[in-house]
């Protein structure tokens, strides 16, 4: 007996899923054995290509995230500034503050509710 679970939209049955699963997968693995037979490890082939540059050393090679998001971060520099102030990476404050949230928050449900 399967399980056939309906939506409305469409059926859930694991039987057809693990078949089709198990067919792509063949699917995949003929086109992966039909890949260059030509490619070498640990050779040239296996360098960046960096558009016929010098590629940097791998320390180099690295974006900050503030480089990535200078444009966002300086926008918005205002906001962080005002919000990075309370953040003192103290774990005990971060839980102070999830509990006091917690605690407004069941006080403002009790009073709706």
């Not at 102030?85 to 403002?108: C, E, K, M, Q």
Request: glycine fraction near 8%; proline fraction near 3%; hydrophobic fraction near 50%.
């Amino acid at each position: 007996m399967t399980l056939i679970l309906e939506s409305g939209y469409a059926f859930w049955n694991p039987i057809i899923l693990i078949i089709a699963f198990a067919v792509v997968m063949v699917v995949v693995y003929f086109f992966r054995r039909r890949g260059q037979k030509k490619y070498k490890k640990d050779t040239a082939q296996t360098q960046i290509f960096l558009c016929g540059e010098e590629v940097p050393e791998a320390g180099q090679r690295h974006i900050r995230v503030g480089n990535i998001y200078w444009g966002f971060f300086e926008t918005l520099k205002e906001y962080y500034n005002q919000v990075l102030r309370p953040h003192t990476g103290i774990i005990n404050d971060y839980v102070l503050w999830f509990v006091a949230v917690t605690a407004i928050s069941a006080i403002i449900l009790l009073i709706a509710g």
